[in-house]
């Protein structure tokens, strides 16, 4: 199954199951959203796998109209959205929100929960903490490259929210280099008057 043919429910339906299911496996209920750009990636040989994952929200903070908009982008797009839950930090769970094709086989025995009707999946995944990242220089020495691929690479970027704020839709390569050029001429002008 490669693509989904559902009716997607509103937010605030979605985000009343996804609590019932974190209440009813024993999770805690209140949730912390985060994107991208809050993930942090360290090697650990201590851990499995060798690679840790903890979370901040204090060098990219999460706007509060993000999750709305991330739902919205993504129920554009007939892929599986998926609620995943990372762990619990400070007595809340940590989410992400995910949207991709490669969620479109992902069962039961893998964790994910399927609502076909809908078209989306739930990941509440195990009894875990995770580690919330405030110092600075583990913040700057995250794997940005050379890790593995994980479920969470399909969320959505803080930039792209941005993105769709501005101009209302995620801008390509091309649009978002001129914008990166036009932003960098507009500070040489500036300067020069």
Known sequence: MSSVAAVRPKLP???????????????????LWIFEENLCFERKPDVPGGIHIGFQTRFAPVPGEALEIAYEHFCESDAR??????????????????????????????????RDDWGISFFPGQKIEIEQINDMRRWIRRLRRERPLHDVDFCMTLASLDEIQIHGRVLSAGERYSEE???KLRRIFSYSQ
């Open 13 to 31: 339906e979605a985000l009343a199951a996804w609590k019932n299911l974190l209440t009813e496996r024993g999770f805690a209920p209140e949730l």
């Open 181 to 183: 050029m036009l932003g």
């Open 81 to 114: 959205l998926v609620f995943y839950r990372l762990g619990e930090s400070q007595g809340r769970s940590v989410c992400i929100l995910l949207g991709d094709p490669w969620f479109a086989d992902k069962q039961a025995a893998e964790g994910y929960l399927r």
